[in-house]
């Protein structure tokens, strides 16, 4: 009972940090249909952010809220810069550039900060409480609230606010949300913005988990990610949280009862294989065909309809 | 200009240019070129970078003696990128250098792809960090300074059994040919040294979050952890070990020698043990003084593999003296019945070229790796002759 109860807080864990990585993705996915390797790139420099301010300063929080904001302006950049020239292209060029980014992070990291990665001098949110028999760090609380207020904070603003409604406009029908007013160019700023601090705060929140931040911190989280998003229906927030969710505890029982047959890492490949076989739209795709009321109320209140985008010219 | 003038013509150019030729071949004849292959770019690049530091280290410091044979040795550097597509083609170009023998720090899949290239063309290649049993049975031309993992794994369970008299063990082995090898050699010598194996999980090299893991070794109650693995997955490992509560000794590889490892785990790295290829603290010049000048070259401590590498140019540079040639051939021959004492203790070669040495223990205290013993028992640690 322990060791289960264990494995599902792990899997929670988990779970959390792959949703505030995968959302990223999700959302410029929805957005553009670029499947944007690159973010894993922008979650590695999160990473090493946050550590770097971290070390200088003394404060974590500093830390914490630099690396998300550098890093938002980081992926505004990326799109501005990269993303916006060929958007006209064909969908592999703007994959192969993603491709090409998240190299170019991955190795600038390593030219920058040394191969052998780094360290926290002291490392942040140390200690554990006791729950029964399980103890449990802070820092892995802090993740799961971290991903709560986060994911929940967009959720609010994507439905409450006008700012929200004008981007979830532009996601459902580009060219009427334009024609309404809505300047494409800030709302795809935005989306990016959101969605890279999100990966800097899941990268800030691994190197703290970890005490280590490598240069190919990005490797793991880039293809797995991309499992998700397929797993929740390309583009659709609320499936993409299920997703991650599920998978973070697939995986932790999963590496404890099938890691002498079967990789960790290939669990979410295993899943995603199965599901394009079946479902090839995705577990929780589409409001009509949503599987059941966990996925409904998940999806965001609309949020879902993001999928069902044409790609924007 | 007559008929006639043109063949005396076209015979002192000819004649100048042999000439030319000559003065360049005695050029390139007073340096010995020695090929060094690693991953300098790439997930590698870490071991691969400080096998060089190391390689560079011992060139200077044999060319600062005088060189060999009258000859200075220079390093002909290339990147396999830790990619064993990229090793053979820089593999063929080092055999286009004209280099006498290679040196590589590079890892097992690059090493085993660019050892047939070298065996072909007859160039002594010495591994100092690569596992791969496929290297030294590529052919003749192969030699390997460190031990394969199978030797190690049994060293360990000396290390547990007699050194440590712990019994009930857990192993965690990272799925790469390096963990899965050292794994079979101490489930082999295990029962030798009444060590009882509770369990053996399996994890893989890019995992840092162990929960799942670490909840079901907690349910297993080990007094020994065998984790086999690198500094950035044990590092992460141990720390969340502790911080569970788990108080079990802590046993690894040479793979943890890395301050790095200590560094990321912190208070929770105290009191692991290791099989190791550095003596720490060790009085012997060839040691110290190698640990000294590595920490003065690149500002860091040494570790397994550019301790290794530097062990590999060492070897290469006393076989070289013996032959007092740098024809590859006669540096074959006396590679094999070289013995040698080098950073990692002294070394030479069994019938298939691998290694034979002992283990040097350490053990981290106060934040830093110290001497903790030596396994030395010849019989256990005698490498595969086949």
Redesign the interface.
């Known amino acids: 009972m322990s060791l289960f109860l264990n494995l599902s807080s792990q899997g929670l864990i988990n779970g959390a940090v792959y949703a505030l990585i995968a959302i990223g993705l999700a959302m410029v996915f929805g957005l553009l249909r670029i499947l944007h390797i690159a973010h894993a790139g922008l979650f590695a420099l999160g990473g090493y952010l946050g550590l770097v301010i971290t070390n200088a300063t003394g404060s974590f929080a500093l830390g914490l809220v630099l690396s998300m904001a550098l890093v938002a302006v980081c992926g505004v950049l990326m799109y501005r810069l990269c993303y916006e020239p060929i958007l006209d292209q064909p969908p592999y060029v703007p994959l192969i550039a993603s491709v090409g980014m998240f190299l170019a992070i991955e190795e600038l990291l390593r030219l920058v900060f040394g191969d052998h990665g780094l360290s926290y001098h002291v490392p942040p949110l140390a200690g554990a409480i006791e729950v029964g028999s399980m103890r449990i760090k802070y820092a892995e609380i802090a993740v799961v609230v971290m991903a709560c207020v986060l994911l929940g904070g967009l959720a609010l603003f994507a439905t409450r606010t006008r700012i929200g409604m004008a981007w979830r406009a532009t996601v459902s029908e580009p060219r009427m949300a334009a024609s309404c007013g809505v300047s494409l160019r800030q709302v795809r700023y935005l989306n990016f913005a959101i969605g890279s601090a999100f990966a800097a705060a899941a990268g800030v929140m691994v190197g703290v988990l970890n005490n280590l931040v490598e240069p190919s911190m990005g490797a793991v989280p880039s293809y797995k990610a991309l499992a998700i998003i397929v797993l929740g229906g390309l583009g659709n927030m609320g499936g993409t949280l299920v997703a991650a969710l599920l998978l973070g505890l697939v995986e932790a029982f999963g590496a404890t009862y099938l890691s002498n047959y079967l990789d960790r890492d290939s669990i979410a490949f295993a899943a995603m294989l199965c599901v394009l076989l079946i479902r090839p739209e995705g577990l929780f795709s589409g409001p009509a065909r949503a599987t059941g009321g966990l996925a409904k109320t998940l999806q965001l209140k609309g949020a879902a309809k993001w999928v069902l985008t044409k790609r924007p010219s | 200009m007559s008929p006639r003038s043109t063949p005396r013509f076209v015979r002192l150019a000819a004649g100048l240019l042999c000439g030319l030729a000559l003065v360049g071949g005695a050029l390139a004849q007073t340096t010995t070129k020695i090929g060094f292959q690693a991953g300098l770019?790439g997930?590698a690049?870490?071991d691969?970078?400080a096998g060089l530091a190391a390689a560079k280290l011992a060139v200077e410091q044999i060319n600062g003696a005088g060189g060999l044979n009258g000859k200075k040795l220079e390093l002909v550097v290339y990147d396999d990128q830790g990619k064993p597509e990229q090793a053979v083609p820089i593999a063929n170009r080092m055999v286009g250098d004209g280099v006498r023998a290679v040196v590589s720090a590079g890892f097992s899949g690059p090493s085993r792809a660019a050892a047939p290239v070298f065996q072909k063309a007859k160039i002594p290649y010495i591994a100092s960090i690569a596992f791969a049993p496929e290297i030294t049975r590529t052919g003749n031309y192969m030699f390997r300074v460190t031990s394969v993992g199978e030797v190690q794994g049994r060293a360990a369970a000396k290390l547990v059994g007699e050194v440590l008299r712990k019994k009930r063990t857990v192993l965690l082995t990272i799925?790469t040919d390096f963990g899965k090898t050292l794994a079979a050699g101490f489930k082999e010598a295990a029962p030798k040294f009444g060590v009882q194996l509770l369990k053996?999980?399996?994890?893989?090299p890019?995992?840092?979050?162990f929960?799942?893991?670490i909840?079901?070794i907690?349910?297993d109650n080990p007094e020994v952890i065998y984790a086999t693995g690198f500094?950035?997955t044990a590092?992460?490992l141990v720390?969340q070990l502790r911080?569970?509560?788990i108080t079990a000794d802590v046993v690894g590889a040479e793979s943890l020698s890395?301050q790095?490892y200590i560094?990321?785990?912190?208070q929770a790295a105290e009191g692991t043990v290791i099989t190791n290829v550095i003596d720490w603290g060790s009085q012997l010049p060839e040691i110290a003084d190698f640990l000294k000048a590595y920490e003065k070259a690149t500002n860091s401590k040494a570790e397994a593999a550019a301790t290794s590498t530097h062990a590999a140019v060492t070897t290469l540079a006393a076989a070289i003296r013996k032959a007092r040639s740098d024809e590859p051939e006669k540096i074959r021959a006396a590679l094999e019945t070289t013995e040698v004492m080098t950073a990692i203790g002294r070394i030479s070669f069994n019938k298939l070229h691998e290694v034979k040495k002992s283990f040097p223990l350490s053990i981290v205290r106060n934040g830093k790796w110290e001497r903790f013993g030596v396994i030395d028992d010849a019989a256990l640690l005698a490498p595969p002759e086949q």
């Open positions: 770019t997930p690049a870490a691969g970078n799925k053996e999980y399996e994890y893989a890019s995992d840092r979050q929960g799942p893991l909840a079901s907690k349910a500094y950035f590092g992460p720390a911080s569970a509560g890395s790095q560094d990321i785990a912190g």
